[in-house]
């Protein structure tokens, strides 16, 4: 680290907490290739192999991400190239982008009328992009930053490069900075070599931050260069947890930059040896803490002893691949038998499918909704589509016969959502036995994350609730999570979503049935000791949080 330019410090906001140093590696728009025009057929033939490109990239990460290895054992490879929860959404969103001929014809037009492909398709998604972000829906203006990002993906691929964060030598540390950063290119950096990232726009509760949060890397967002200059290649320190970036660091901050990384060493082992124990307030309450499973494969590096069980596995993986090709109920069950052994008599808890919002799926969630975020999603959807939904709850039934299995139903906003769903599944479990396969009737719970039905928690007849605090969040206080420009609205620890939460956890401790929480607030130790001072025994938190949960619980009173 070099001590000829002066010590500059531009400030941020946490959106993943932690510490990194390494070298600054900005990374910014592509630029359209400048070169003139081939003929109409060479340009369209180049947008055809850059549009080729980008979805091979796009399947090839969505396999990274999903559950190419369970797949592959359960014997379903068809679910191979699937991601996992948001991220599986968000990539198949852009793949279905440029498969969509209202998108892509104007780019085509524009080429036959002599334009270059890099010109056209800068000029046409430009203006999608600007529409989307201009729009007053909500949904469409959190997609705009996925538009941006297919826009910049098949720019750099026409302008010959690879369309990724290039690699760092080995043992070099990169901090990433960009203007922002789009989950599929957070999904493709190799994070050992980027050791944190630092971006000028985001949202503290975008998907991008969650993805960071839940793999442990330093993340800010919002950082302000005032009228100072970035400079690629220089010596950075990354500090997400006092909010900013160091360029240049004096030999003094890299001292104390060195003793806060040695305490943080310290900490970390300390927090490592509350992993096999219980999780227990130092009054001596015992707490619950699950994990939530994003993709199966996640599991493999966790030992079930060190949590109790799975309080949240997102099924939307499952369907991400647009039912393109069939989901089975063999190849559900599978998968879910996996879960359950791994979790080896811990209760394992899977969700039903929550597609819509800012997940749609192609050729299942309905388009052109005037608001998905308020439409029709999760059990709303579900109870819809029999077609879909029965053979979900068949392979559940079958999965319970393996062991103790909670079967939790996304958006709940009314009892009869509850209800219709407990008809099909005691009908599965009855269809099922005269089939002679064997099965059980599950646990049902519900998630609680529409204010409706925490103000009405009482006339739920469920076996037990889960508060899904990040869309809790979102509805109490009418805030997209994905808005920067109303991020300090968005408060977790508001009166009213603090008074929601309350309220559900008497009830039930007044009727004997669990109440956990699995959104963001149960990972983070800012927002523990309200949670349970309010009364929660049950967390489910990020893999990469779970010793930091566990010893925070330890110093609660």
Known sequence: MSDRRPELIFSGKVASPGLAAGSIRLHARPKVDASPAGSP??????????????????????????????AADAGVAELAADAAGDAAAILEFQIALI????????????????????????????????????????????????????????????????????????????????????????????????????LLAGSANSHVAILAR?????LLIGLDLGAARLVSGAAAILDAEQGCLIQDPRIATRDAFEARMG???????????????????????????????????VVENIDPAHCDGIGLTRTEFLFSAGLGEEVTEDAQFKIYARLIGWAAGRPVTIRTLDAGGDKPIPGLTPEGESNPFLG????????????????????????????????????????????????????AVADLAREGIAAALPRLGMMVEVPAAALNVAAFAVDFYSIGSNDLVQYVTATGRDCAAVAALHDPLDPAVLELIGR????????????????????????????LDLGLAS???????????????????
């Open 41 to 70: 057929e060479e340009e369209t033939a180049r947008l055809a192999a850059a549009l080729e490109a980008a979805a091979a990239r796009l399947q090839d990460l969505a396999a990274d991400a999903g559950v190419s290895e369970l």
């Open 99 to 198: 498969e969509d001929g209202e998108l892509i014809d104007p780019v085509r037009l524009a080429i036959g009328e002599g334009v270059s492909a890099a010109a056209a398709w800068r000029e046409i998604l430009d203006r999608q992009v600007a529409d989307y972000e201009s729009a007053e829906d909500d949904y469409f203006r959190a997609r705009s930053a996925d538009l941006a990002d297919l826009r910049d993906r098949v720019l750099e691929l026409l302008a010959g490069g690879a369309g990724a964060a290039p690699a760092l030598a080995q043992g070099e540390g990169g901090i990433y900075v960009a203007d922002d950063l789009a989950p599929s290119r957070f999904l493709e950096i190799d994070w050992q070599s980027y050791r944190g990232g630092a």
């Open 214 to 218: 839940a793999r442990g890397v330093p």
């Open 263 to 297: 305490q943080r060493r310290v900490e970390a082992e300390a927090e490592a040896a509350f992993l096999p124990r219980p999780a227990v307030t130092r009054s001596g309450r015992r707490i619950a803490v699950a994990i939530n499973v994003d993709e199966p494969k």
């Open 376 to 427: 029709l999603r999760g059990i709303r959807l579900s109870l819809t589509r029999p077609d879909i939904f029965m053979p979900q709850l068949r392979a559940l039934a079958r999965a319970a016969a393996r062991g103790p299995l909670k079967v939790m139903l996304p958006m709940v906003t009314v009892p009869r959502e509850i209800e219709e769903t407990r008809a099909m599944l005691e009908a």
């Open 504 to 531: 559900v956890v008497a009830h039930g401790a007044a009727t004997g049935r669990e109440v956990g929480l699995c959104g963001d607030m149960a990972s983070d130790p800012r927002f523990l000791p309200a949670l």
């Open 539 to 557: 967390l489910s938190v990020a893999p990469a949080r779970l010793a930091k949960v566990k010893a925070e619980i330890a110093r609660h009173g």
